[in-house]
């Protein structure tokens, strides 16, 4: 309710009158909720989307974007990267590509999985490692990552095994070996689906310890709803887009430019 005061030092009561939306504005608003994504969202994207007198859409959406969200991809960074998530997101072909992404601009890369409970897990990764002429180390349990040893200019890259959010045990387990591991644990999320499950299933993995997501399947999937509800909702960072099943294609840094000629569909 407008409490503004008026000349009579009353409260003025009245809702403030709406204001007509502009043709930019609605535009903006239909190309948004095209993907899903709920209105408030669409609400706050649109008003600090604004452009300026001559600003193109999509310059004045990634000034929105930059501003409400974070993007922290991991690029080609020394480090431990424990990759989690739910069963068949992506998580083993997400470590693989990300790997070929960094080996082919110079990086050490190591492979890992502690994925053992089926030997499928492990021969998969085995075979897109053979692909980069690389070999994996299995690491069982929490001891066999805790053993691990350390080195500080390769980026480690750790794939597990997919777990139900929804299950106390296998989130405990999983916990317990990320700690283990001294990684970073980076959430793997497939794009599409339904905005409010995709968010329920990432706040488990933020409270594992994820402040950044990997998002998979961006060469199949239209609508970006489920994608972007999971930063407003969670404040955790983009890190890559993934957009093809071939290891040496398809790996996006996120930025606020990229994600809004994304939103627009337009091509960069
Ligand atoms: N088109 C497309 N397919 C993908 C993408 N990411 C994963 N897939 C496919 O999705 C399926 C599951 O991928 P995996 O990498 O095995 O998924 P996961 O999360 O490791 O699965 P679990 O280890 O069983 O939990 C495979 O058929 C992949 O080829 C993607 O970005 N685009
Ligand atoms: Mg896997």
Known sequence: ?????????????QPPAASTPSVEELAL?????AHGIPTPQIR????????????????ALTRALAQLYLFNPLGTAAGRFFFVGAPGV???LAVAKLAAHAAARGRAVRLVTCDTSRGAGIEQLRRFAATLGLG???????????????????MTLIDSAGINPYSPSERA???TLATAARAEPILVLAAGGDPADTVETAHVFRDIGCQRFV????DI??????????????????????????????VETFAADSLAARLLRTKR
């Not at 608003?29 to 909720?33: D, I, K, N, S």
């Not at 706050?44 to 310059?59: C, H, S, T, Y």
């Not at 690491?139 to 390769?154: H, Y």
């Not at 998002?215 to 961006?218: E, I, N």
């Open 221 to 250: 999937v239209q609508r970006l709803g489920s994608v972007l509800a999971v930063p407003e909702a969670l404040g955790i960072a983009f890190a890559e887009g993934l957009s093809a099943t071939a290891l040496g294609q398809g």
């Open 90 to 92: 992506g998580k083993t």
């Open 44 to 59: 706050k994207l649109v008003r600090l989307a604004a452009p300026q007198p001559g600003e193109e859409r999509a310059i």
């Open 1 to 13: 309710m407008n409490r503004s005061s008026n000349t009579s030092g009353t409260v003025d009561r």
């Open 29 to 33: 608003e239909t190309a948004l909720a």
């Open 136 to 154: 994996i180390e299995v690491a069982g349990d929490a001891a066999a990552l805790g053993a691990q040893s350390a080195s500080a200019d390769a």
């Open 215 to 218: 998002v998979t399947r961006l």
């Open 173 to 175: 387990a999983l916990e």
